[in-house]
């Protein structure tokens, strides 16, 4: 099993940063996939970005430029640096792991094993 627990949501007006951090614990591995997802209220959980093992980003289009993962394996953390937010970022947002060796990075929810328990990030115009 792997824990997950998140952090650095909070209230930003529009144009603000954030950094949020999953720090993971447990059985954890340096060659599982890491991820991000949000949920909106009212509507499904959807792809933000994820991380290889090898450290190699994915985002989704509607982050892309704005959003940065990154990963630090001596911490088991993975992070988000949040830029130029938008309100049409506010969610909760969810750190996932792919809990199998050196697999690729997947958008769909299905491709993660073990969740936290998410982060409220709201961004007032």
């Known amino acids: 099993q792997v824990q997950l627990v998140e952090a650095g949501g909070g209230l930003v007006q529009a144009g603000g940063s954030l950094r949020l951090s999953c720090a993971a614990s447990g059985r954890t591995d340096s060659t599982y996939a890491m991820g991000w997802f949000r949920q909106a209220p009212g509507k499904d959980r959807e792809f933000v970005a994820a991380i290889s093992w090898l450290s190699i980003p994915y985002y989704a289009d509607s982050v892309k430029g704005r959003f940065t993962i990154s990963r630090d394996n001596a911490k088991n953390t993975v992070y988000l640096q949040m830029n130029s937010l938008k309100p049409g970022d506010t969610a909760v947002y969810y750190c996932?792991?792919?809990?199998?060796?050196?697999?690729?990075?997947?958008?769909?929810?299905?491709?993660?094993?073990?969740w936290g328990q998410g982060t409220q990030v709201t961004v007032s115009s």
């Open positions: 996932a792991v792919n809990g199998r060796f050196r697999a690729a990075p997947g958008r769909g929810e299905d491709q993660y094993d073990y």
